[in-house]
């Protein structure tokens, strides 16, 4: 059974910091792709950043560099280091991974919120 348990949500400033963590257990980490999205009130949710088996990244360009994922396969986790944060950032922020390599996102975190204050 896949489980995907974020944290590190909260409030802040914008300008603000905040780093999010998603531990996976279930999946063989190591092989599989990791993803944030997130989905603000209202609205669709959306990638935000992808990390590949292999470590390569891409962003959703309102987050280029400000945004950066990145893995620990031997914790099982993936991160989220958001800078520079802006009120239009706030939303749910959800772990996800795929049910095989290339393929859709099936399985998903709780979620944790980020909200940001102007």
């Known amino acids: 059974q896949v489980q995907l348990v974020e944290s590190?949500?909260?409030l802040v400033q914008a300008g603000g910091s905040l780093r999010l963590s998603c531990v996976?257990?279930?999946l063989?980490?190591?092989w599989s792709a990791m993803a944030w999205h997130r989905q603000a009130p209202g609205k669709e949710r959306e990638l935000v950043?992808?990390?590949s088996e292999i470590?390569?990244?891409d962003y959703?360009?309102?987050v280029k560099g400000r945004f950066t994922i990145s893995r620990d396969n031997a914790k099982n986790t993936v991160y989220l280091r958001m800078n520079n944060l802006k009120p239009e950032d706030t939303a749910i922020?959800?772990?996800a991974a795929p049910g095989r390599i290339g393929g859709e996102y099936?399985?998903?975190g709780q979620g944790t919120q980020v909200t940001v204050s102007s």
């Open 28 to 30: 063989v980490f190591g």
């Open 55 to 57: 470590g390569n990244t």
């Open 8 to 10: 590190g949500g909260g």
């Open 49 to 51: 950043a992808h990390i």
């Open 24 to 26: 996976a257990s279930g």
């Open 93 to 95: 922020y959800y772990c």
């Open 60 to 62: 959703a360009e309102s």
């Open 106 to 108: 099936v399985y998903w």
